[in-house]
T-cell receptor, first 111, second 113 residues
Framework: KNEVEQSPQNLTAQEGEFITINCSYS?????LHWLQQHPGGGIVSLFM?????KKHGRLIATINIQEKHSSLHITASHPRDSAVYIC?????????????WGAGTKLIIKP | DTEVTQTPKHLVMGMTNKKSLKCEQH?????MYWYKQKAKKPPELMFV???????INESVPSRFSPECPNSSLLNLHLHALQPEDSALYLC????????????FGDGTRLSIL
Protein backbone atom coordinates (compact mmCIF):
# COMPACT_ATOMS: atom_id res chain seq x y z
CA LYS A 1 0.00 0.00 0.00
CA ASN A 2 1.37 3.40 -0.96
CA GLU A 3 1.96 5.82 1.87
CA VAL A 4 0.25 8.59 -0.12
CA GLU A 5 -2.80 7.79 -2.19
CA GLN A 6 -4.71 10.15 -4.42
CA SER A 7 -8.15 9.86 -5.94
CA PRO A 8 -9.33 9.97 -8.57
CA GLN A 9 -6.42 9.04 -10.84
CA ASN A 10 -8.10 10.79 -13.76
CA LEU A 11 -10.85 13.39 -13.80
CA THR A 12 -12.57 15.00 -16.76
CA ALA A 13 -15.06 17.79 -16.16
CA GLN A 14 -16.78 20.64 -17.95
CA GLU A 15 -15.69 24.23 -17.61
CA GLY A 16 -17.27 25.84 -14.57
CA GLU A 17 -17.62 22.67 -12.51
CA PHE A 18 -16.45 22.42 -8.90
CA ILE A 19 -13.51 20.03 -8.68
CA THR A 20 -12.35 17.97 -5.71
CA ILE A 21 -9.16 15.92 -5.59
CA ASN A 22 -8.46 13.79 -2.54
CA CYS A 23 -5.26 12.71 -0.82
CA SER A 24 -4.95 10.16 1.99
CA TYR A 25 -1.73 9.30 3.75
CA SER A 26 -0.69 6.68 6.26
CA UNK A 27 2.34 8.25 7.96
CA UNK A 28 2.73 10.96 10.54
CA UNK A 29 3.49 14.18 8.74
CA UNK A 30 4.89 17.60 9.45
CA UNK A 31 3.45 19.13 6.26
CA LEU A 32 1.46 18.30 3.16
CA HIS A 33 2.04 19.89 -0.22
CA TRP A 34 -0.21 20.26 -3.22
CA LEU A 35 1.62 20.80 -6.51
CA GLN A 36 0.56 21.30 -10.12
CA GLN A 37 2.39 19.94 -13.15
CA HIS A 38 1.49 21.04 -16.66
CA PRO A 39 2.20 18.85 -19.70
CA GLY A 40 5.34 20.88 -20.43
CA GLY A 41 6.89 19.51 -17.26
CA GLY A 42 7.38 22.37 -14.81
CA ILE A 43 5.99 21.89 -11.30
CA VAL A 44 4.34 24.68 -9.34
CA SER A 45 3.89 24.50 -5.60
CA LEU A 46 0.27 25.46 -4.84
CA PHE A 47 -0.06 24.99 -1.08
CA MET A 48 1.82 23.77 1.94
CA UNK A 49 -0.44 22.77 4.83
CA UNK A 50 0.02 21.50 8.32
CA UNK A 51 -3.49 22.21 9.56
CA UNK A 52 -6.79 23.77 8.60
CA UNK A 53 -7.49 25.40 5.29
CA LYS A 54 -5.80 27.67 2.77
CA LYS A 55 -7.25 29.58 -0.17
CA HIS A 56 -5.57 31.15 -3.16
CA GLY A 57 -7.80 32.53 -5.87
CA ARG A 58 -10.07 29.70 -7.06
CA LEU A 59 -8.05 27.04 -5.25
CA ILE A 60 -8.81 25.81 -1.75
CA ALA A 61 -6.86 23.18 0.18
CA THR A 62 -7.98 21.56 3.40
CA ILE A 63 -6.37 19.05 5.70
CA ASN A 64 -7.71 16.87 8.51
CA ILE A 65 -4.73 15.67 10.53
CA GLN A 66 -6.76 13.23 12.64
CA GLU A 67 -8.20 11.54 9.57
CA LYS A 68 -4.92 11.83 7.59
CA HIS A 69 -6.75 13.30 4.65
CA SER A 70 -6.48 16.40 2.49
CA SER A 71 -8.57 17.77 -0.34
CA LEU A 72 -7.84 20.22 -3.12
CA HIS A 73 -10.83 22.08 -4.50
CA ILE A 74 -11.05 24.17 -7.65
CA THR A 75 -14.03 26.47 -8.01
CA ALA A 76 -15.30 27.69 -11.41
CA SER A 77 -12.89 25.38 -13.22
CA HIS A 78 -11.32 26.53 -16.47
CA PRO A 79 -9.52 24.68 -19.28
CA ARG A 80 -6.25 26.27 -18.15
CA ASP A 81 -6.63 24.30 -14.90
CA SER A 82 -5.97 21.12 -16.90
CA ALA A 83 -2.84 19.59 -15.39
CA VAL A 84 -1.63 16.84 -13.09
CA TYR A 85 -2.19 17.66 -9.43
CA ILE A 86 0.16 15.97 -7.00
CA CYS A 87 -0.07 15.55 -3.26
CA UNK A 88 3.21 15.09 -1.38
CA UNK A 89 3.89 14.80 2.34
CA UNK A 90 6.87 15.33 4.56
CA UNK A 91 7.03 12.48 7.04
CA UNK A 92 8.05 13.28 10.59
CA UNK A 93 10.24 10.16 10.44
CA UNK A 94 12.28 11.17 7.41
CA UNK A 95 14.96 13.75 6.80
CA UNK A 96 14.06 17.35 6.33
CA UNK A 97 14.35 17.13 2.57
CA UNK A 98 12.40 14.06 1.59
CA UNK A 99 8.89 14.22 0.25
CA UNK A 100 6.65 11.18 -0.20
CA TRP A 101 4.77 11.72 -3.41
CA GLY A 102 1.33 10.60 -4.50
CA ALA A 103 0.85 9.28 -8.02
CA GLY A 104 -0.98 12.39 -9.17
CA THR A 105 -4.45 13.17 -10.48
CA LYS A 106 -4.73 14.08 -14.14
CA LEU A 107 -7.41 16.74 -14.55
CA ILE A 108 -8.91 17.71 -17.90
CA ILE A 109 -11.36 20.59 -18.07
CA LYS A 110 -13.32 20.73 -21.30
CA PRO A 111 -14.62 24.07 -22.64
CA ASP B 1 7.98 32.43 -15.63
CA THR B 2 9.64 30.21 -13.08
CA GLU B 3 12.15 31.61 -10.58
CA VAL B 4 14.31 28.51 -10.99
CA THR B 5 15.93 28.44 -14.41
CA GLN B 6 17.11 25.21 -15.99
CA THR B 7 19.16 24.84 -19.14
CA PRO B 8 18.97 23.31 -21.61
CA LYS B 9 15.26 22.61 -21.95
CA HIS B 10 15.93 19.59 -24.17
CA LEU B 11 19.04 17.46 -24.56
CA VAL B 12 19.73 14.51 -26.81
CA MET B 13 23.00 12.72 -26.26
CA GLY B 14 24.72 9.49 -27.07
CA MET B 15 25.83 7.02 -24.46
CA THR B 16 29.46 8.05 -24.76
CA ASN B 17 28.89 11.80 -24.51
CA LYS B 18 29.58 14.06 -21.57
CA LYS B 19 27.13 16.87 -20.93
CA SER B 20 25.92 19.01 -18.05
CA LEU B 21 22.54 20.22 -16.88
CA LYS B 22 22.43 23.61 -15.22
CA CYS B 23 20.11 25.13 -12.65
CA GLU B 24 20.10 28.67 -11.30
CA GLN B 25 18.05 30.50 -8.68
CA HIS B 26 18.37 33.99 -7.24
CA UNK B 27 15.88 33.76 -4.40
CA UNK B 28 18.55 33.32 -1.74
CA UNK B 29 17.51 29.73 -1.19
CA UNK B 30 20.09 27.56 0.57
CA UNK B 31 18.77 24.11 -0.36
CA MET B 32 18.80 22.85 -3.95
CA TYR B 33 17.55 19.55 -5.32
CA TRP B 34 17.83 17.33 -8.38
CA TYR B 35 14.89 15.07 -9.24
CA LYS B 36 14.41 12.52 -12.01
CA GLN B 37 10.91 12.01 -13.37
CA LYS B 38 9.85 9.24 -15.73
CA ALA B 39 6.61 9.55 -17.72
CA LYS B 40 3.43 9.32 -15.63
CA LYS B 41 5.42 8.86 -12.40
CA PRO B 42 6.10 11.26 -9.56
CA PRO B 43 9.56 12.83 -9.27
CA GLU B 44 12.30 10.77 -7.58
CA LEU B 45 14.80 12.62 -5.43
CA MET B 46 18.40 12.22 -6.60
CA PHE B 47 20.52 14.75 -4.70
CA VAL B 48 20.12 17.53 -2.17
CA UNK B 49 22.59 20.31 -1.49
CA UNK B 50 22.20 22.28 1.71
CA UNK B 51 24.38 25.36 2.18
CA UNK B 52 26.42 24.21 -0.82
CA UNK B 53 27.22 20.84 0.75
CA UNK B 54 25.87 17.54 -0.52
CA UNK B 55 23.34 16.38 2.05
CA ILE B 56 21.57 13.55 0.32
CA ASN B 57 22.63 11.17 -2.44
CA GLU B 58 19.82 8.72 -3.02
CA SER B 59 22.04 5.87 -4.24
CA VAL B 60 22.35 7.48 -7.65
CA PRO B 61 24.77 5.81 -10.11
CA SER B 62 28.14 7.53 -10.45
CA ARG B 63 27.44 8.39 -14.08
CA PHE B 64 25.46 11.29 -12.54
CA SER B 65 27.72 13.77 -10.75
CA PRO B 66 26.26 16.81 -9.00
CA GLU B 67 28.11 20.04 -8.34
CA CYS B 68 27.16 23.17 -6.44
CA PRO B 69 29.65 25.91 -7.38
CA ASN B 70 27.86 28.54 -5.28
CA SER B 71 24.58 29.12 -3.49
CA SER B 72 22.78 30.11 -6.71
CA LEU B 73 23.98 27.39 -9.06
CA LEU B 74 23.55 23.65 -9.26
CA ASN B 75 24.94 21.45 -12.01
CA LEU B 76 24.41 17.83 -12.91
CA HIS B 77 27.25 16.34 -14.92
CA LEU B 78 26.34 13.40 -17.12
CA HIS B 79 28.70 10.77 -18.48
CA ALA B 80 28.19 7.36 -20.08
CA LEU B 81 24.44 7.41 -19.56
CA GLN B 82 22.16 4.55 -20.45
CA PRO B 83 18.90 4.65 -22.45
CA GLU B 84 16.92 4.09 -19.24
CA ASP B 85 18.28 7.42 -17.98
CA SER B 86 16.05 9.21 -20.48
CA ALA B 87 13.67 11.27 -18.34
CA LEU B 88 12.72 14.75 -17.24
CA TYR B 89 15.30 16.14 -14.82
CA LEU B 90 13.89 18.72 -12.45
CA CYS B 91 15.78 21.15 -10.28
CA UNK B 92 14.18 22.69 -7.20
CA UNK B 93 15.18 25.03 -4.41
CA UNK B 94 13.86 25.95 -0.99
CA UNK B 95 14.83 28.47 1.67
CA UNK B 96 16.40 25.73 3.73
CA UNK B 97 15.45 22.22 4.69
CA UNK B 98 12.50 21.48 6.83
CA UNK B 99 8.99 22.59 6.04
CA UNK B 100 9.64 25.02 3.27
CA UNK B 101 7.92 24.86 -0.12
CA UNK B 102 10.14 23.81 -2.98
CA UNK B 103 10.28 25.95 -6.09
CA PHE B 104 10.76 23.94 -9.27
CA GLY B 105 12.27 24.72 -12.62
CA ASP B 106 10.66 23.68 -15.90
CA GLY B 107 13.02 20.74 -16.23
CA THR B 108 15.40 19.39 -18.84
CA ARG B 109 13.99 16.64 -21.01
CA LEU B 110 16.87 14.26 -21.62
CA SER B 111 16.94 11.60 -24.31
CA ILE B 112 19.75 9.06 -24.51
CA LEU B 113 20.31 7.46 -27.89
Amino acid sequence: KNEVEQSPQNLTAQEGEFITINCSYSVGISALHWLQQHPGGGIVSLFMLSSGKKKHGRLIATINIQEKHSSLHITASHPRDSAVYICAVRSIEDSNYQLIWGAGTKLIIKP
Amino acid sequence: DTEVTQTPKHLVMGMTNKKSLKCEQHMGHRAMYWYKQKAKKPPELMFVYSYEKLSINESVPSRFSPECPNSSLLNLHLHALQPEDSALYLCASSQSGGNQPQHFGDGTRLSIL
